[in-house]
């Protein structure tokens, strides 16, 4: 029996950041406004592509795991904001770090980090695969209407990444669950792909744009329900669960949420503050910054949900 485990892990974050008081020089808007409501300080903007920002993930993700690029047998990027739509930009990542294996994208906006480890979970457990590199990486800042307070102040760019390797030693993923409701489509969107004038970037289309109340209420449903789901699933009581990642969309969200599933709060990694939401990104980049901090100690158990465009959502359980 084959077991995923995470072996390595990394992040890349733009050296440029706004700040809340940056935005409040531009637009009507102030830091009181955008960190009481959503518990967001500052975001980091990139001036080079998601596939740059996923490379440098990748590279420090198989550095921590002490293995080559050559080695992979699979490569699983997960972003709503490639450089490109053909070739996927898994390619480019594959290219940038010297791999000769399978390479795909997956589009399930901000729940598609977990998404894509669910995949490789199973791909390792099934026995096809023994060492998969899973990226989440995303440079919103280019699909933002910057005359726009509603959405601007909420996101940021960056990259996170993880090797999951085969171990015969129990552990890592546990169980995962991935949901999707079509009937959500329409609250959260960026049409770009559709527009007849692709260069029109004063169509509203081209950006992203979403009912925030109805995006807040559905987040923690849908987060709420798969955990509940995967919890049972795995029979993990709740109370056993040392750490919660959940997806940083917005602080309140994440607080409502872990009330709601009766966790303390202090077991929530919560870091939106200095990253803003980088949708498929916020996950590898939390679990970096939670391992850098020496909090995920061996042997803990890891609740991890999302919620994001489409609409989708999804849970994971691992073991460190
Ligand atoms: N600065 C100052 N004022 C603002 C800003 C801003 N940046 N944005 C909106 N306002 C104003 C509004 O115009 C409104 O003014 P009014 O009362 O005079 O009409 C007032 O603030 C309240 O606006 P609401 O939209 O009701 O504010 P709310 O408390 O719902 O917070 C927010 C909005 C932060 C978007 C929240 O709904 C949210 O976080 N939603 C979910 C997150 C989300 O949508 N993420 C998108 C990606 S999906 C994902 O990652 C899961």
Redesign the pocket.
């Known amino acids: 029996m084959q077991y995923a485990h995470i072996t390595g892990w990394g992040k890349a974050v733009p050296p440029s950041s706004l700040t809340n008081d940056d935005l409040a020089t531009f637009?009507?808007?102030?830091d009181e406004?955008?960190k009481s409501?959503?518990g967001i300080s500052k975001r980091h903007i990139s001036h080079v592509n998601t596939s740059v920002l996923a490379s440098v993930a990748a590279k420090h993700a198989l550095a921590a795991a002490g293995i080559d690029g050559s080695e992979l047998d699979l490569i699983i990027l997960a972003s709503a904001s490639p450089d490109t739509l053909i070739p996927n930009i898994a390619s480019t990542v594959q290219a940038n770090v010297g791999a000769t294996c399978g390479a795909f994208d997956i589009n399930a906006?901000?729940s598609g980090f977990l998404y894509g480890i669910g995949l490789a979970s199973s791909l390792i457990k099934s026995g096809q695969n023994k060492k998969v590199l899973v990226i989440g990486a995303e440079r919103l800042s280019f699909y933002l209407d910057w005359s726009r307070?509603?959405t601007?102040?909420?996101f940021g760019d960056g990259a996170g990444a993880v090797v999951l390797e085969a171990r015969e030693e129990e552990g890592g993923v546990l169980g995962y669950e991935l949901n999707n409701d079509p009937d959500g489509r329409e609250i959260?969107k960026s049409s770009f792909g559709s527009q007849i004038d692709r260069l029109d970037a004063s169509s509203l289309d081209f950006y992203?744009q979403?009912n925030?109340?109805e995006?807040?209420k559905r987040?923690i449903q849908g987060m709420g329900s798969l955990s509940a789901k995967v919890l049972e699933k795995c029979n993990v009581d709740k109370d056993d669960v040392d750490w919660v990642i959940p997806?940083q969309?917005?602080e309140?969200?994440i607080d409502t949420l872990v009330s709601r599933m009766k966790i303390p709060k202090e077991r929530a990694i919560v870091n939106i503050a200095n990253y803003g939401?980088t949708?498929a990104a916020t996950i590898p980049i939390a679990i970096c910054d939670a391992l850098d901090k020496g909090l995920i100690k061996p042997g803990q158990t890891i609740l991890s949900c999302a919620?994001?465009?489409g609409l989708t959502s999804a849970a994971l359980l691992f073991k460190w």
């Open positions: 637009m009507e808007t102030s406004w955008i409501r959503t906006a901000c307070r509603e601007a102040v909420l959260l992203i979403f925030g109340q995006i807040f987040a997806h969309a917005n309140r969200i939401n949708s919620f994001g465009a």
